[in-house]
C-alpha cells in the first residue's frame, strides 16, 4: 500500500465538506489516501465493562460504515481510498499511524454547522507538535476550504495563499 494522505473524520453529513476537499486534494495529486476514524471512550471507565465493550464495538461500526460512505465517494470521483478504525487518544494513535504508513500530508478539519469538538487552538498543537515529530504536511480544512498550512519546507503554519479562503 502506498498511501500518502490521511484524512481524520468522525463521519456524518458535517463532514462530507472536509471529506470531498481531501478527496479532491488526493485526486489533484494523483495520490492514493486513507480516511481515519478514532474513537476514545476513556470516559467510561467507571461504567460497568460489558457496557463498555459494548459501546467500543458499536463505535467501531459505526465508524467503519462512515468511512465506508466516505470511501464510496472517493471511488466515484476516481481516487483510491483506503479506511482505518482505530481506538486511543488522538494524538497518539495520529502519530502511530503517520509512522505506520509513512505519510506525507495529514488532513484535519472542523465540521460544518458548528457540530464538531476539535478546536482550532487543538488542531493548532497538535499540527505543531506531530509537524515536527515527523515531517509531514499538514493541511486544515474548515467547511471543505483550505484555512490552514504546515508544509515540510517552511516548519511554519501559514494560511493558503496567504490567508483563509472565504
Not at 495520529?94 to 504508513?101: A, H, K, T
Not at 499540527?127 to 498550512?149: A, N, P, W
Amino acid at each position: 500500500m502506498d498511501i500518502k494522505i490521511l484524512c481524520l473524520t468522525r463521519g456524518g453529513e458535517g463532514s462530507y465538506p472536509n471529506q470531498d476537499r481531501a478527496i479532491a486534494i488526493a485526486r489533484e495529486r494523483g495520490q492514493d489516501m486513507m480516511f481515519l476514524y478514532i474513537s476514545n471512550i476513556k470516559f467510561l471507565d467507571h461504567t460497568a465493562a460489558p457496557k463498555v465493550i459494548d459501546i467500543e464495538a458499536e463505535l467501531d461500526e459505526l465508524g467503519e460504515f462512515m468511512l465506508l460512505m466516505a470511501q464510496e465517494r472517493a471511488c466515484n470521483e476516481g481516487v483510491t481510498a483506503h479506511i482505518l478504525v482505530r481506538r486511543g487518544f488522538f494524538q497518539k494513535v495520529l502519530s502511530e499511524v503517520i509512522e505506520g504508513f509513512n505519510i506525507e500530508t495529514v488532513i484535519l478539519g472542523s465540521s460544518s454547522g458548528g457540530t464538531g469538538i476539535i478546536t482550532e487552538e487543538f488542531l493548532h498543537d497538535i499540527t505543531c507538535e506531530l509537524h515536527r515529530k515527523h515531517d509531514v504536511e499538514f493541511i486544515i480544512l474548515q467547511e471543505g476550504k483550505i484555512i490552514k498550512t504546515y508544509r515540510v519546507e517552511t516548519g511554519d503554519g501559514e494560511y493558503a495563499d496567504g490567508q483563509p479562503e472565504h
